[in-house]
């Protein structure tokens, strides 16, 4: 029944409350967890949509505004705000992440939904042939999770000043 998937369990939807939290607290590991989650699955959400209606239906438009005001969301808390990932925050955002999953997983066991689409799309969507829910999906995800975390590596090294040792010396003339 549509009741099992009543309730905001979804990543996605997770994620749109992340993103409210860390927009209002401003706190590091929240931040963290929507700048990954916005930017390594709700962004594959946004191109590869798996929605029984289309444009302009209301579900079409709610979709869309909710996915890219993640990704949105995300950004702005990364870079315009200039809270940028920690080194080891990949690590730290998949175990919440694993985390989240096995706390979703034990509701999906107990009442029968599937809000992690482990036994593929939602309720009212067909497969679509280009997305994959089996044990590769957590190797894609890892890798995206590590792609995203480069970039804020990159600017945090670019942003750390080099020891003056290592500057080239020159004899004065």
């Known amino acids: 029944s549509e009741l099992l998937y009543a309730l905001p ?9 992340i993103c409210a939290f860390a927009l209002w ?5 929240l931040i963290e967890v929507a700048y990954f989650w916005g930017l ?22 709610q979709y869309n505004i909710a996915h890219g005001g993640v990704v949105a969301a995300a950004l702005f808390l990364v870079v315009g705000l200039n809270h ?23 509701l999906d066991a107990v009442t029968g939904a599937d809000y992690l689409w482990a036994d593929g799309p ?11 829910y089996s044990s590769s999906s957590w190797t ?20 750390t000043p080099r020891p003056r040792g290592h500057e080239r010396h020159r004899p004065a003339l």
């Open 122 to 132: 939602g309720i009212s969507a067909p497969r679509a042939w280009w997305r994959s």
């Open 9 to 17: 369990l979804q990543l996605c939807d997770a994620a749109i409350f």
């Open 25 to 29: 607290t401003r706190k590091q590991l």
């Open 40 to 61: 390594a699955g709700t962004i594959q959400g946004l191109i590869t949509p798996d929605l029984p209606a289309h444009f302009p239906s209301f579900l079409f438009i």
């Open 84 to 106: 940028w990932p920690r080194p080891r925050a990949v690590v730290y955002v998949f175990g919440v992440t694993v985390a989240y999953a096995a706390f979703v997983g034990f």
């Open 140 to 159: 894609r995800h890892s890798r995206s999770f590590a792609a995203h975390g480069g970039p804020p590596a990159l600017v945090r090294r670019a942003r």
